[in-house]
C-alpha cells in the first residue's frame, strides 16, 4: 500500500531533550517536505526537500533540522525543543502536484 | 506570506452551494485546494496553474484569476462528506507551498 509513516504518532517530552521524528515513504517519490499546524495559523512549511542531499527552508525553519540521505527517508529533528515547539507536525511527499500526507505525529513539549 | 482565505466559517445545509476565497499579495505560479476531516491528515482535491484554467472534481470545482491572484473553490450540492476544514495553498517559488488559515465547512442534513 502506498503511504507515508510518521513515528512517534504521539510524543510527549521536556525543553531541550533532544527529539526526531522519522518520515517514511514507499512510493519513489522524489519532493518531501515537513509542516507544523497550529489552531488558527493553518499548516505552515518548515522545510522541504527535491531529492537526496538537497533540503531548503520553508517559512519556520527556527529550531528544526532536516536530513535527506536516503530518498525514502526524511526526519525532522529538534536538538533542543521548547514550549513553542508543541504542535501537530505532518510529513509529506509528492510526484508531481499531488502531495500525500503522513499521519500527523502530536508533540507537546513541557 | 500566507494567501488569505475568507469566509473563516460557514455551516450549510446538505444540497446548497459554497464559495470559499483565497487570495494572495503576490504573484503566483500556482494554487492548491486540500481539504482536511477532523483529526486526519489534508488530502489533496485539485491545483490550479498559472493561466486562468478552471477545474473540477466531482461537484467541486475551483477557478483561478491569475491578475487578481485570486482562486475560489466551488462546491456543488454540498453532501454530508464534504465537512471539513479547506484549505488553499499558494506557490510563488517552486514547490514551497504556503497555506491559508483554513475554511472550516459544516454541512447539516
Known amino acids: 500500500e502506498a503511504q507515508v509513516t510518521q513515528n512517534p504518532r504521539y510524543l510527549i517530552t521536556v525543553t531541550g531533550k533532544k527529539l526526531t521524528v522519522t518520515c517514511s515513504q514507499n512510493?519513489?517519490?522524489?519532493?518531501m517536505s515537513w509542516y507544523r499546524q497550529d489552531p488558527g495559523l493553518g499548516l505552515r512549511q518548515i522545510y522541504y526537500?527535491?531529492?537526496?542531499?538537497?533540503?531548503d527552508k520553508g517559512d519556520v525553519p527556527e529550531g528544526y533540522k532536516v536530513s535527506r540521505k536516503e530518498k525514502r527517508n526524511f526526519p525532522l529533528i529538534l536538538e533542543s525543543p521548547s514550549p513553542n515547539q508543541t504542535s501537530l507536525y505532518f510529513c509529506?511527499?509528492?510526484?508531481?502536484?499531488?502531495?500525500?500526507f503522513g499521519p500527523g505525529t502530536r508533540l507537546t513539549v513541557l | 506570506q500566507q494567501p488569505v482565505q475568507s469566509p473563516q466559517a460557514v455551516i450549510l445545509r446538505e444540497g446548497e452551494d459554497a464559495v470559499i476565497n483565497c487570495s494572495s499579495s503576490?504573484?503566483?505560479?500556482?494554487v492548491h485546494w486540500y481539504r482536511q476531516k477532523h483529526g486526519e491528515a489534508p488530502v489533496f482535491l485539485m491545483i490550479?496553474?498559472?493561466?486562468?484554467e478552471q477545474k473540477g472534481h466531482d461537484k467541486i470545482s475551483a477557478s483561478f484569476n491569475e491578475k487578481k491572484q485570486q482562486s475560489s473553490l466551488y462546491l456543488t450540492a454540498s453532501q454530508l462528506s464534504y465537512s471539513g476544514t479547506y484549505f488553499c495553498?499558494?506557490?510563488?517559488?517552486?514547490?514551497?507551498?504556503?497555506f491559508g488559515s483554513g475554511t472550516q465547512l459544516t454541512v447539516l442534513p
Open positions: 509529506a511527499s509528492s510526484f508531481g502536484y499531488t502531495q500525500y
Open positions: 512510493m519513489n517519490h522524489e519532493y
Open positions: 526537500s527535491m531529492n537526496v542531499e538537497v533540503t
Open positions: 503576490k504573484a503566483l505560479y500556482s
Open positions: 490550479l496553474l498559472k493561466g486562468g
Open positions: 495553498g499558494t506557490e510563488i517559488s517552486a514547490r514551497q507551498l504556503t
